[in-house]
């Protein structure tokens, strides 16, 4: 039997705000002692008060915009009620019915568009450790601002939800809101996957969804290890268990964690410790001026701009910082555009040590040439020539990328650097003279 | 006089004239709490060493000129609110052993007023309750007759300050937590408008009814303690920047003209006679000081212990669920039965498929009560009413009936659903000899004018002024 696979995503970004979502602790957690960024709020203790991190509300509401979200004029932030030991108040603040950000879409390459289901807005929770018998809880990440990204089941292949990860990973960095380090677990990935008859429309009657991901390489292969089982599974006639599966990196292979009940029961219900957001109009026009430009709107500026092709331009805007070093140079040189482009993507330049001024002389340098007169050049050619029979016979039966090797002969003779295609006309020239 | 009977403003009085320093003062307290708090179990933690050492440093700073506020006042707080470094239980075993770490607001306000913390007062159980018969560490009695409850939830702060083992009080109302056991033990107490006073630091029953208020021998100390304790706070969320008036500056204002709204649905049905009688003498002072009586209604009465029985114990159920067993060195068999039967509620109604039915409907029952008080104070500035259906009970009379016990919130609790502030004060007793209270109710940040009111009229009474025979 054909099937095509349904699947969504659930991402999860920690934002790089400098303090947590609801207490001033630092939410640079990161290889930091144990419990040493905490506070009465972040540690839940009773009678402490959450109040929230606006810059973390700005920048998730951000995210929504980039991702083409409609932003409600109102919303909320509810209580999703679960007992977990990394979990310091009994209960995680999120948000339920009225997240930030609604119904957005993201574009793939391919034309295809994926539909962005929800942005909201929640706070991370503590970190357990196991050492022998000992469970163990770190604070320092409990609170720090995490935005959920949910998109509509609208992929069909791994290929897909790869790019499209890829593409939420550069709008997030363009943005400067998140890191977005998988090894790290700033980015979290959840897909659920399942299979439909080829043949049919409506979504299947169930849906697993894998956790313990941290890499874009490994979800590719967990969709494909999932598309694989659930395919056996159904051509025996069963249906695949509703349930949570974790991906094991060393046996690459999925196992089953826990089969989830029907619909969970959260016990959402509006946080009553922070009041209802109401934003007008004025001010998210405020927030979407703040915005960068974004790598789609990047890409096509530099295709048009710098007339340069699709390749280098998509190389040049896949980091905001490469972007804003290739402008820098463009700005600062008569340098044709496309030659800085060239220079930048061949020598893979550290833009962290060359300064933009710097390498527009690198590059003046490496193209200036000597002028050779058209007589000593020729004689110089026809030695190369006569010395290397066997790539002259080799361009002759149509090996046309000799030529090079026989362009680098006369300069190496020469030992002057000349320019690369008037030795290579002027050969060419001869080369087809003699017959 | 004893120096413990003293309200703030005569023991300030006191300290600025040198009449006695704040050692002698915490000391009459200290003493009067060793006296009596065996027999009332008002106290549940007593800081006797930390408040003389605080006393002795009062005195010095009295003698430099110091002028805070409060400075060599003591005090005692419902154990609710988080002190660091003194135990603090919610009237919880959960909680027995618990040292916080962190100062809450309110407290924090108080200490740098110059105030003395002389302990921590007993109370039903995350203030589950109306008697403090809920507290894991045992009832307190009342000090008008040991046979019957101080009321509750802060029925240890009102016992205490009744016996004048503390000069002032600081409750915590979410249902009528400070104002039920006020009027059981003819204490005035304000409960406050929702957003006045920050809740940071005090453990949490219904985060969206909580509401932290004072508790006094006088309209005048409650008005002076909230000018020290009301305002913004930037730790606190639901908090409101408004500005806090000088409470104290309105007290004198005469009340003539003054609207007293009395909605019939508060005197009806299961209304005590003698409660009625005693809140009629009231009235009659009242309008002999120039306040005209009009007729009222709030036609969402009978909702209200129903809303509030939903709406309280789902956010409970949800507050609770940090004391999990893992940390705090108790686990959640040591939680109470009350507690747990709120948390069952709680998490009944919020379960998915009752959510519509119970929790949501419950809010939306809330904004007609609150819409049925803003109509209300369209054709009034004031709302009077009883505080309690009944003077105080008996120990153990309603213990069985859990839903006799909630009824006893009946004309209290719809005061938090609305977040409108409410001042409790004594206007009388029983034939017992057992306290009766009235409440006077005001729109939102109307503080100003119910302590206006409650001013006068105590003036004129001089109810609060009648102490127990302990």
Known sequence: ?????????????????????????????????????????????????????????????????????????????????????????????????????????????????????????????????????????????????????????????????????????????????????????????????????????????????????????????????????????????????????????????????????????????PEPDIP?????????????????????????????????????????????????????????????????????????????????????????????????????????????ISENQKAVEDFKNGKETVIMFLVGQVMKKSKQKLDANIVKTLLIKKLNSYG | MNLNQLTISEAKEGLKEKKFSSVELTKACLLQIEKHNKELNAFLTICKDKALAAAKKADEKLKNGDTSPLLGIPFSMKDVYSTKNVRTTAGSKVLDNYIPPYNATVYQKLVNAGAILLGKTNCDAWGHGGSTENSDFGVTKNPWNKDYVAGGSSGGSTAALASDMTIFEIGEDTGGSIRLPASFCSTVGLKVTYGRVSRYGAIAYASSLDTMGPITKSVEDAAYLLEIIAGGDEKDATSSPRNVPLYTKHLTNNIRGLRIGLPKEFFGKGLDIEVKQTIDEAIKTLTSQGAEIVDASIPSVEYGIATYYIIAPSETSSNLARYDGIRYGNKRSSFGDEAKRRIMIGTYALSAGYYDAYYKKAMQVRTMIKNDFTKAFEKCDVILSPVSPTPPFKIGEKTDDPLQMYLVDIYTVLINLAGVPSLALPCGFSKNNLPIGMQLIGPQFSEDKILNAGYQFEQATKWHKQKPNL
């Open chain 1, 1 to 269: 039997m054909k099937y095509t696979p349904v699947i969504g995503l659930e991402i999860h970004v920690e934002l790089k705000t400098k303090s947590k979502m609801f207490c001033g602790c630092s939410a640079d957690y990161f290889g930091q002692k144990p419990n040493t960024h905490t506070c009465p709020v972040c540690l839940g203790l009773p009678g402490a008060l959450p109040v929230p991190n606006q810059q973390a509300i700005d920048w998730c509401v951000m995210i929504g915009m980039a991702l083409n979200c409609e932003i409600p004029l109102f919303s909320k932030f509810d209580r999703k009620n679960y007992f977990y030991p990394d979990l310091a108040k009994g209960y995680q603040i999120s948000q339920y019915d009225q997240p930030f950000c609604l119904k957005g879409s993201i574009k793939l390459s391919n034309g295809k568009t994926i539909g962005i289901t929800r942005v909201h807005m929640e706070e991370d929770t503590a970190k357990l450790m196991h050492e022998g018998k000992d469970s163990l809880v770190d604070f320092n990440r409990s609170g720090v601002p995490l935005v959920e990204i949910v998109t509509e089941p609208d992929f069909d292949n791994a290929a897909d939800v790869k790019e499209y990860l890829q593409k939420l990973q550069q709008i997030v960095r363009y943005l400067n809101v998140a890191n977005a380090d998988m090894e790290k677990g700033d980015m979290r990935l959840e897909p659920n996957i399942s299979l439909r008859k080829e043949d049919e429309k409506y979504l299947p009657k169930y849906k697993v969804e894998v956790k313990n991901i941290n890499s874009f390489r490994f979800v590719e292969k967990t969709i494909e290890y999932e598309i694989t089982r659930q395919t056996e599974i159904l051509d025996s006639g069963k249906l695949p268990a509703q349930e949570t599966r974790g991906w094991d990196e060393k046996k690459q292979i999925t196992y089953s964690q826990r089969t989830k009940e029907e619909a969970n029961e959260y016990r959402y219900f």
């Open chain 1, 276 to 384: 209802p957001l109401r934003w007008n109009k004025s001010s998210i026009r405020q927030l979407a001026k703040q915005m960068p430009e974004l790598p789609d709107a990047k890409l096509k500026r530099f295709q048009k701009e710098y007339d340069l092709p699709i390749y280098d331009a998509e190389i040049l805007t896949r980091e905001k910082s490469m972007a804003d070093y290739f402008e820098e140079c463009v700005k600062v040189s008569t340098l044709q555009p496309k030659s800085i482009a060239n220079y930048i993507i061949n020598k893979k330049i550290n833009i962290e040590e060359v300064l933009p001024a710097m390498l527009v002389k690198q590059i003046i340098q490496s193209t200036q040439t000597a002028t050779v007169d058209d007589e000593s050049l020729g004689k110089i050619i026809d030695e190369v």
